[in-house]
Every structure is written in C-alpha cells, then in structure tokens.
C-alpha cells in the first residue's frame, strides 16, 4: 500500500496562476482532509471531506477550493494565486467519521512544497 | 475555539534520558487525543491515540497520559535515542472542526 500520495512535491508560481494539488489514498478511508503547514502558526486545517460527496471549510479556506473527486481522491485548487499561500500542503486521510464522532488515526502524505513570487 | 499549546518548544537531551512533553487544551469536552511525530521535510506519523475514555496510551517506550478535566496530555519516552529526534505534536478535535494542532515540540537526543 502506498498510503496517502501527493502532486507534485515542489511547485514555484507567479501571483496570479492557478494550480491544482491532487491527493490519493489507498486505505479506502471516509474521510479526507488539506493542511498547510507554516512556521510559527502550526498546522491548520483548509478543507475536509467527512465522506466521498461531501466537503466542508475548515479553520483557513479562503483562497482555496476543493473537490472530492472519489473515495480515493481529493484535490486541492488555488485559483488566483497569493504570496500568502506559500506554505507546506499535507494531505491527509482517515476513518474519521463526524456523524459517529469517531475519530480514528490520521495518515499523513509527503507534503507539497509551494512557492508563490 | 479550542487552543492547544505545548510546552517546551524546543528541547535538547542526552541520549538515554527520559523526557515528558506537555500538551494543554482549553476545550476539554474532547473525545480523544492524538500524538504525531514529524521529521524535517516530511509529513506526520501518528504515535499514539488516546480514547477520551482512556487515561493512558503504551506503544514502546512511548506512553502518552490523558487528563481531561485539567486539559492536559503528556508524552512520556523512556530512554531517549538520537533517532527519537523530531517535532512532537499533539492535537485534539473541536467541534465539527477533525483536529486543531499543536506547534510542537522539537526535540534533539545527543548521543
């Protein structure tokens, strides 16, 4: 198994571009979620997927958009770009399921390394 | 909103001591814990998960403590090796929110 993969690892752009990070996990969890990661602030959490069809803000989601494109993916859209979104991106999946207010171990990706000039 | 702190934020020990990490939260209507370990340049690995029915978690020389009603956890690793080196966090649910973060603690084991 190869847990929970991350696209790509390193990415540099310009204010202003668009990109999209893509996550995939091969544990068949429920439950998906993006992270930046930033010193002195810690991880914080962008958006979260509960279940494949549903998606929900988390504690910093401005600037970005998600889809759940399946069980197995999630992928994370910056459509415009800021300075302010350089940061580290982990994704990260587990049995987490809110209806049942279970929470089960977190496995994290590699991370993607983001740059924005 | 649930804050979690954890003190110290850097740590420096010889090789073979034991540790404690501390890990406090404000909210403790928490139905668990959880400890990971990162090391530079990589993502997280979680270590121990503590139910909120639990008081205490054993994996090696690895033994997490949960208190609740002071809102507070503790790593506790035995016998300290230089690989043990890395960032230690710790983080909890809050509300619909799946897990807020501590900042961790970095810690370095000197052989």
């Known amino acids: 198994n190869a847990g929970v993969t991350q696209t790509p690892k390193f990415q540099v752009l310009k204010t202003g571009q668009s990109m999209t990070l893509q996550c995939a996990q091969d544990?068949?969890?429920?439950?998906m979620y993006w992270y930046r990661q930033d010193p002195g602030m810690g991880l914080r959490l962008i958006y979260y997927s509960a279940s494949e069809g549903t998606t929900d803000k988390g504690e910093v989601p401005n600037g970005y958009n998600v889809s759940r494109l399946n069980k197995r993916e999630f992928s994370l859209r910056l459509e415009s770009a800021a300075p302010s979104q350089t940061s580290v991106y982990f994704c990260?999946?587990?049995?987490?399921?809110?209806?049942?207010?279970?929470?089960?171990?977190?496995?994290f990706g590699p991370g993607t390394r983001l740059l924005v000039l | 909103k649930q804050e979690v702190t954890q003190i110290p934020a850097a740590l420096s020990v010889p090789e073979g001591e034991n540790l404690v990490l501390n890990c406090s939260f404000t909210d403790s209507a928490i139905y668990n814990l959880q400890w990971f370990r990162q090391d530079p340049g990589k993502g997280l690995t979680s270590l121990l998960l503590?139910?909120?029915?639990?008081r205490e978690q054993t994996s090696g020389r690895l033994n997490a403590s949960l208190d609740k009603s002071s809102g507070r956890s503790t790593l506790y690793i035995a016998a300290s090796q230089p690989g043990d080196s890395a960032t230690y966090l710790c983080?909890?649910?809050?509300?619909?929110?799946?897990?807020?973060f501590g900042k961790g603690t970095r810690l370095s084991v000197i052989a």
């Open positions: 544990m068949n969890h429920n439950s």
């Open positions: 990260a999946s587990s049995d987490l399921s809110l209806d049942r207010g279970i929470l089960e171990t977190q496995y």
């Open positions: 503590i139910q909120s029915s639990q």
């Open positions: 983080a909890v649910p809050s509300g619909n929110t799946p897990l807020v």
